[in-house]
């Protein structure tokens, strides 16, 4: 089968998602109002209020969702075929993560920019705030922890990328400067941005960056990881305008123009989709495709964690309500195009289905380095791009991704303390410097505290970060729901994902219980059933919710 008729039905089903489903929920659903005042403007600060152009918020909010995550879920989970990864990273993009990504950050802006945790507070009641904030801090721990193992990781394997990923840091500083100081028209900053960076990709492979093995007895890797770490903390307390945005905006538009350079090669070559349509020979001890697709392909298809950023920090750049579809909406879209491209580079990027089945010999093979190997390979046959110079542009590609979503991830998790001196009133944690210090202290205690010298601790608690992710946007669309119910408006748009997802989340968390104990992994088991009773109990807070009258703030009527 030719990858060309997975990328036109997939890329055709998502435009006209756009084009039309999201105009009908911007426009029944959630009644945006140009008129309404965002808290961008309300509560504008110049440091996280910051009104902000849609299309420079739709880069930060896009990449900051992004991540590697929609790169390294769908290309694991082609091992069971790739007709059921393919259809549900299309029609969840555009039936679950449209839907929710844009409603997140609606419900945001319509209660002062509150966070997805502190608006449950506001909906449906303090103790499913308090309970809900556990599975949201638990799901930020996880990304901010493994993200930081994993850019390690592409470090140390690409010598050739470490110029270009640290290389981006200096371009969107200059960006950020040109765009907000002196007024640069945004089409050639945009330009000037996307040049500098593909030419340190170009550059990339003449000067290979290696740290020592060891650097005052601790390995390359975690030395790499302290740097991330330090830099995250630096990136979180900045201005918005100064680093976030533009690294966030300037990344959006060099994967685009990979994703352009890819599906035009996929359009020149029309490779072969090597790997079978249904896997009926999946590798002995791979879990069952159903309920565990819907959590291995999270990113790409729907993310709790695209909540936290939508209601975490772009509630807060938001210039005009009616911005939310753009930049929630297409932000979906961009996330289910990449994912695609990873589904193509991961099934049609190998000679033949032997060579597929000699990199999937197991559940979890494949992820990253199947999309860096099989996209190069695409790339030269269909461009010409030496295979060097197009795995250092795919590697830098999924690491920038993963760098901007550690930046969002630790910034949210700054919130977060911010949100529990407030809460709890602990003044000192309600301050930007000792918040920042304690998210930061949590991601290393757990990285070296539990994985030792090397810093691999989060990668302890990863298996459990699919179901909690999900399970996070199953209950950040019961909140949206909670809110559409009390407005008196349509809510089965938002009701069925939520069920759906709500159903196969815990049916995982139930076979993943099972598979700890047998085990005896009581670490993991433990924090299953942390995050199995959290979701119980907020499901139940909300049911309750539902027939309570509304009050005056919650998202008023316009």
């Given at each position: 089968?030719?990858?060309?008729?997975?990328?036109?039905?997939?890329?055709?089903?998502?435009?006209?998602?756009?084009?039309?489903?999201?105009?009908?929920?911007?426009?029944?659903?959630?009644?945006?109002?140009?008129?309404?005042?965002?808290?961008?403007?309300?509560?504008?600060?110049?440091?996280?209020?910051?009104?902000?152009?849609?299309?420079?918020?739709?880069?930060?909010?896009?990449?900051?969702?992004?991540?590697?995550?929609?790169?390294?879920?769908?290309?694991?989970?082609?091992?069971?075929?790739?007709?059921?990864?393919?259809?549900?990273?299309?029609?969840?993009?555009?039936?679950?993560?449209?839907?929710?990504?844009?409603?997140?950050?609606?419900?945001?802006?319509?209660?002062?920019?509150?966070?997805?945790?502190?608006?449950?507070?506001?909906?449906?009641?303090?103790?499913?705030?308090?309970?809900?904030?556990?599975?949201?801090?638990?799901?930020?721990?996880?990304?901010?922890?493994?993200?930081?193992?994993?850019?390690?990781?592409?470090?140390?394997?690409?010598?050739?990328?470490?110029?270009?990923?640290?290389?981006?840091?200096?371009?969107?500083?200059?960006?950020?400067?040109?765009?907000?100081?002196?007024?640069?028209?945004?089409?050639?900053?945009?330009?000037?941005?996307?040049?500098?960076?593909?030419?340190?990709?170009?550059?990339?492979?003449?000067?290979?960056?290696?740290?020592?093995?060891?650097?005052?007895?601790?390995?390359?890797?975690?030395?790499?990881?302290?740097?991330?770490?330090?830099?995250?903390?630096?990136?979180?307390?900045?201005?918005?305008?100064?680093?976030?945005?533009?690294?966030?905006?300037?990344?959006?538009?060099?994967?685009?123009?990979?994703?352009?350079?890819?599906?035009?090669?996929?359009?020149?070559?029309?490779?072969?989709?090597?790997?079978?349509?249904?896997?009926?020979?999946?590798?002995?001890?791979?879990?069952?495709?159903?309920?565990?697709?819907?959590?291995?392909?999270?990113?790409?298809?729907?993310?709790?964690?695209?909540?936290?950023?939508?209601?975490?920090?772009?509630?807060?750049?938001?210039?005009?309500?009616?911005?939310?579809r753009f930049v929630g909406y297409f932000g979906a879209v961009g996330?289910?195009?990449?994912?695609?491209?990873?589904?193509?580079?991961a099934t049609a990027g190998f000679a033949s289905l032997g060579d597929?089945?000699?990199?999937?010999?197991?559940?979890?093979?494949?992820?990253?380095?199947?999309?860096?190997?099989?996209?190069?390979?695409?790339?030269?046959?269909?461009?010409?791009?030496?295979?060097?110079?197009?795995?250092?542009?795919?590697?830098?590609?999924?690491?920038?991704?993963?760098?901007?979503?550690?930046?969002?991830?630790?910034?949210?998790?700054?919130?977060?303390?911010?949100?529990?001196?407030?809460?709890?009133?602990?003044?000192?944690?309600?301050?930007?410097?000792?918040?920042?210090?304690?998210?930061?202290?949590?991601?290393?205690?757990?990285?070296?505290?539990?994985?030792?010298?090397?810093?691999?601790?989060?990668?302890?608690?990863?298996?459990?970060?699919?179901?909690?992710?999900?399970?996070?946007?199953?209950?950040?669309?019961?909140?949206?729901?909670?809110?559409?119910?009390?407005?008196?408006?349509?809510?089965?748009?938002?009701?069925?994902?939520?069920?759906?997802?709500?159903?196969?989340?815990?049916?995982?968390?139930?076979?993943?219980?099972?598979?700890?104990?047998?085990?005896?992994?009581?670490?993991?088991?433990?924090?299953?059933?942390?995050?199995?009773?959290?979701?119980?109990?907020?499901?139940?807070?909300?049911?309750?919710?539902?027939?309570?009258?509304?009050?005056?703030?919650?998202?008023?009527?316009?």
């Amino acid at each position: 089968m030719s990858a060309i008729l997975l990328m036109v039905l997939g890329l055709g089903g998502m435009a006209a998602g756009y084009f039309f489903y999201s105009s009908f929920i911007a426009d029944r659903i959630y009644r945006f109002d140009p008129d309404f005042m965002t808290p961008a403007h309300e509560f504008e600060d110049g440091v996280d209020y910051v009104p902000t152009n849609k299309f420079v918020l739709w880069g930060h909010h896009f990449t900051s969702v992004a991540g590697a995550a929609p790169i390294v879920g769908p290309a694991i989970a082609v091992i069971w075929g790739w007709l059921p990864a393919f259809l549900w990273v299309v029609l969840g993009t555009i039936f679950f993560a449209g839907v929710h990504d844009s409603g997140a950050i609606w419900a945001s802006v319509r209660n002062r920019a509150l966070s997805v945790g502190s608006l449950t507070g506001e909906v449906v009641g303090k103790r499913a705030r308090s309970i809900f904030m556990i599975v949201i801090f638990l799901v930020l721990l996880m990304v901010n922890a493994v993200f930081g193992v994993v850019i390690a990781g592409l470090l140390i394997k690409n010598p050739a990328s470490v110029v270009p990923i640290w290389g981006a840091i200096a371009v969107a500083l200059v960006i950020g400067q040109l765009i907000y100081r002196f007024k640069f028209n945004l089409a050639l900053v945009s330009l000037f941005g996307v040049i500098a960076l593909y030419a340190l990709i170009y550059i990339g492979p003449s000067v290979p960056v290696s740290l020592p093995e060891t650097v005052f007895g601790m390995s390359d890797g975690a030395v790499w990881i302290l740097i991330l770490f330090a830099y995250a903390a630096i990136a979180s307390l900045l201005p918005v305008w100064v680093l976030l945005q533009p690294r966030d905006y300037i990344n959006g538009l060099q994967l685009f123009v990979g994703l352009i350079l890819l599906y035009s090669a996929v359009l020149i070559s029309s490779p072969e989709v090597v790997a079978p349509m249904i896997n009926h020979d999946v590798p002995a001890g791979a879990p069952p495709l159903i309920p565990l697709l819907f959590v291995t392909i999270a990113c790409g298809a729907i993310s709790g964690f695209h909540g936290l950023v939508a209601s975490g920090t772009t509630s807060k750049q938001l210039n005009r309500e009616t911005d939310a579809r753009f930049v929630g909406y297409f932000g979906a879209v961009g996330e289910g195009a990449l994912a695609l491209a990873a589904i193509i580079a991961a099934t049609a990027g190998f000679a033949s289905l032997g060579d597929w089945q000699a990199v999937y010999t197991s559940f979890g093979q494949g992820g990253v380095q199947a999309f860096v190997d099989g996209g190069a390979t695409i790339l030269q046959n269909g461009v010409g791009i030496d295979v060097a110079v197009s795995g250092t542009m795919l590697t830098v590609m999924a690491a920038l991704f993963a760098g901007t979503t550690m930046d969002t991830g630790l910034r949210l998790q700054r919130y977060i303390f911010q949100e529990f001196g407030e809460i709890y009133g602990i003044r000192w944690l309600g301050k930007p410097a000792p918040a920042t210090l304690m998210a930061v202290g949590c991601c290393i205690l757990l990285a070296f505290g539990a994985g030792g010298a090397d810093g691999s601790g989060g990668l302890l608690i990863w298996p459990l970060f699919g179901t909690t992710n999900q399970l996070l946007a199953g209950l950040t669309l019961l909140v949206i729901t909670v809110m559409l119910v009390r407005l008196k408006r349509p809510m089965w748009i938002t009701l069925i994902p939520l069920v759906f997802l709500l159903v196969m989340t815990l049916a995982a968390l139930l076979i993943q219980l099972n598979e700890f104990y047998r085990k005896q992994d009581w670490f993991l088991l433990g924090l299953d059933v942390v995050v199995l009773v959290a979701a119980i109990l907020v499901t139940l807070e909300c049911a309750s919710a539902f027939r309570r009258p509304a009050r005056d703030s919650i998202g008023e009527e316009s």
